[in-house]
């Protein structure tokens, strides 16, 4: 089964700049204080590919294949669909979602606390799930990552963590560029420093509850949702030998292998011009939010 693509309920609430959409019951974070277990045992990377091979889902730059969109995860025994809304790791998952079931209803306007949390498929209530990155276009993306989590779902594909160096060179194309589509910044290529957050939205504050479960279903005008589908934005390409790769500006931050905590390219709702060079160090590896995502590298 493919990652679930957004589902739109027919029910909308409207709240103040932003649309509050309720998704369907068929589709498939929190407090600051909640973080993911330790970190997993280490495993020997993939091996690199042989030149001029990548996997479809994946672009060649030069010595390396890099997915071309952002991942989404599935259940590695059985290939189950995860949500993109709760972190796909048991442990962080059940603390969100208790949480959440809670604070929604005592944070935000009275529109606000309506909006229920997004349902939970049923291989992730089992708490027995371990995620598997996949690389597909018009899904939504895996946001709730944290380092170790965005590790293991790429490992579990045979794939690995890019290293800072091998994602700035990729996300600058062939040209070398600051942008994935030019040198200058245009604020229409890429899904990035969108002028709604989330949060404010929901809690009438940018600063708290970034790991409410239902962020990433905000959409700017009842036509536009936050977080876009992979590939939605389709000049935002970083192209290489005839391929592209998509949203590695915006749309959602990208874990990279430094150990001590960096995720690039920035997210929907962060006011950043700089393309490639966006970057943030300032959380440990064991941080998570609604805007923490991923792509793999072999």
Request: charged residues 20%.
């Amino acid at each position: 089964m493919p990652p679930l693509r957004r589902c739109w309920s027919a029910a909308l609430f409207v709240f103040g700049a932003g649309t509050l959409v309720a998704p369907a019951a068929s589709e498939p974070g929190s407090s600051p204080g909640v973080s993911e277990g330790a970190p997993p045992a280490a495993a020997s990377p993939p091996a690199r590919p042989a030149r001029g091979v990548c996997p479809e889902e994946m672009m060649r730059v030069r010595s390396f294949c890099i997915d071309r969109w952002e991942i989404g995860t599935v259940d590695t025994a059985t290939g189950l669909a995860l949500s993109p809304y709760y972190p796909p790791e048991p442990r962080a998952l059940e603390l969100v979602r208790r949480l959440w079931q809670v604070e929604r209803e005592r944070v935000g306007d009275r529109f606000a606390r309506t909006m229920p949390l997004p349902p939970l498929p049923a291989v992730q209530k089992s708490g027995t799930f371990q995620p598997k990155a996949v690389s597909r276009p018009a899904i939504v993306p895996q946001g709730y990552l944290s380092f170790y989590t965005a590790k293991r779902a790429c490992e579990n594909a045979g794939k690995r963590l890019c290293t800072l160096d091998e994602w700035m060179l990729a996300c600058r194309g062939e040209q070398g560029q600051k942008f994935p589509y030019g040198s200058e910044f245009d604020r229409t290529a890429c899904n990035v420093y969108r002028h709604y957050h989330p949060a404010f939205v929901l809690h009438g504050n940018t600063s708290v509850g970034h790991r409410d479960p239902r962020l990433n279903l905000v959409v700017e005008r009842g036509v536009d949702p936050l977080l876009r589908l992979t590939g939605q934005s389709a000049r935002c390409q970083s192209r290489w030998e005839g391929q592209a790769a998509y949203d590695m500006v915006g749309n959602l931050d990208e874990w990279v292998a430094e150990e001590a905590g960096i995720f690039a390219g920035g997210f929907y709702a962060r006011s950043t011009t700089s393309g490639c060079e966006a970057q943030v160090s300032s959380h440990s590896p064991l941080y998570y939010d609604y805007s923490t995502g991923t792509r793999c590298c072999r």
